[in-house]
């Protein structure tokens, strides 16, 4: 799709919705546009097309089309005695530099790299396609118009992918060089990121039995393998952060050999090939999971295979739209201290640059060794931004293709603004 075809598709969509209806209509559920009513005293209104899109305030409006917020991290999981406990050994972590620290706030942080939206997506595309008509209204929350087991699912979601981040803060404290006063403050972090990271994973794998749906259980844990699978692509530093691949010749057209649901993700002649090595990594990360999140919401809502596999294109390709956004952060503003290695800019100017990668070989024990000024330089120096600009935008454009195949409505709308929000800002 052009991008004048992809400006056309998310102009189109972005248009003033009317307001949720708690009476809906059975055979398309909530969100079918037609049968919206316009008398309700609540409106629900998307964000306007505006020469500058909010995101913030699409995520916002959003949330409203779906009920309420819908991350995990609720009152009833604020109040749990484990989550409690968590938060007071984290206090503890105050002052030292316990990767976790940053997770944690991460986690909580309201604006773009907001990780809590992962859930919202899955509700998003619920409501957006509907559901079947046999679909017992004991099962229906009508006035958000999604399943109560879809919700439970947008949950389950988030807690994999909090606990693959908490995970991820462990240090590795035979390589590491520590302080006199760090030993004991980076080995209490880890037992409390470990100990997290199982307690949301056991919690979502408790709450995915509790779905009852074999088919649901067995797709959802082929996500969990595909985040332990990211952490074996490629090299990786002594603390495990990730390192590009060392350049070869000839990158070929784009691949598409992860868009497979159930089977492991072809990786033969991927890595050092910087398109398919980028998208590679980040299906495995991330995108996989939302994909495979969206496709199971469908699934539970009883729609045919082939708009379950919209439903998983979907999530992957809004994902990765989603990597290379966060990948053209720092290059958008002053320079950063650090930036991603793996990120899509570099990828490409080292494709391009193969003579660079010798600043990655210096990172072999520890990315702080890394000559991160010389790369941001070189990135800045050559055709690697406009590259992964053009990477987004196609990514994007193939998402707002899938999108036509849900009915026009107001969840449809949400996605399609947060997309917009998202894209916005790199054009």
């Known amino acids: 799709m052009s991008l004048s075809r992809l400006r056309s598709v998310v102009r189109a969509d972005l248009v003033k919705v009317s307001s949720t209806s708690a009476l809906v209509s059975k055979l398309r559920g909530p969100c079918s546009g037609r049968d919206l009513s316009t008398t309700e005293a609540h409106r629900v209104t998307i964000a306007q097309h505006t020469p500058k899109p909010d995101w913030n305030r699409a995520v916002s409006e959003a ?5 309420y917020p819908t991350s995990f991290l609720s009152l009833r999981w604020v109040m749990s005695d484990e989550i409690a406990n968590v938060a007071l050994h984290l206090r503890k972590l105050v002052g030292s530099n316990h990767p976790l620290l940053k997770t944690a706030k991460n986690l909580i942080y309201n604006g773009k790299n907001n990780m809590q939206a992962w859930g919202l997506i899955v ?59 760090e030993p004991d403050d980076m080995t209490f972090g880890n037992k409390i990121a470990l100990l997290s990271g ?3 994973l056991a919690n979502s794998c408790s709450e995915l039995a509790n779905l009852r749906n074999q088919e649901l259980v067995e797709l959802m844990s082929s996500a969990v393998r595909d985040l332990a699978e990211a952490e074996f692509l490629g090299d990786r ?47 495995l990360a991330a995108g996989a999971l939302l994909g495979k999140s969206c496709s199971a919401a469908l699934k539970l809502a009883g729609h045919q295979p082939k708009l379950q596999t919209q439903g998983y294109l979907f999530g992957c390709h809004l994902a990765l739209a989603w990597q290379a ?8 503003g002053p320079e950063p201290s650090r930036f991603s290695l793996v990120g899509a800019p570099l990828a490409f100017t080292l494709q391009a640059r193969p003579e660079l990668y010798e600043y990655i070989e210096a990172g072999r024990k520890s990315v702080h060794d890394v ?34 195949s849900f009915p026009n409505c107001d969840a449809r709308t949400a996605l399609t603004n947060i997309i917009v929000a998202m894209h916005h800002d790199h054009l």
């Open 237 to 283: 530093d002594e603390q495990n952060n990730p390192l590009p691949s060392r350049p070869v010749a000839g990158d070929g057209e784009p691949h598409t050999e992860w868009e497979c649901m159930i089977d492991p993700l072809p990786l033969t002649g991927v890595l050092g090939r910087a398109r398919r090595e980028w998208a590679a990594r980040h299906v």
């Open 198 to 200: 199982d307690y949301l």
């Open 325 to 332: 956004f966060l990948d053209l952060e720092p290059f958008s």
């Open 63 to 67: 949330e409203k089309i779906v009920g």
């Open 123 to 181: 509700l998003l595309v619920s409501k957006a396609a509907g559901h079947s008509p046999e679909i017992p209204d004991m099962e229906q929350d009508k006035a958000a118009g999604v399943l109560h087991s879809q919700r439970a699912l947008a949950e389950v979601t988030e807690m994999i992918r909090t606990s693959h981040l908490v995970h991820k803060a462990l240090v590795n404290m035979n390589t590491r060089q520590l302080t006199v006063a």
């Open 371 to 404: 000559d991160y000024h010389a790369l941001y330089k070189a990135v800045l120096e050559g055709d690697g931004i406009e590259q992964t600009k053009q990477l987004q935008r196609e990514h994007i454009a193939t998402a707002c293709e899938v999108l036509d």
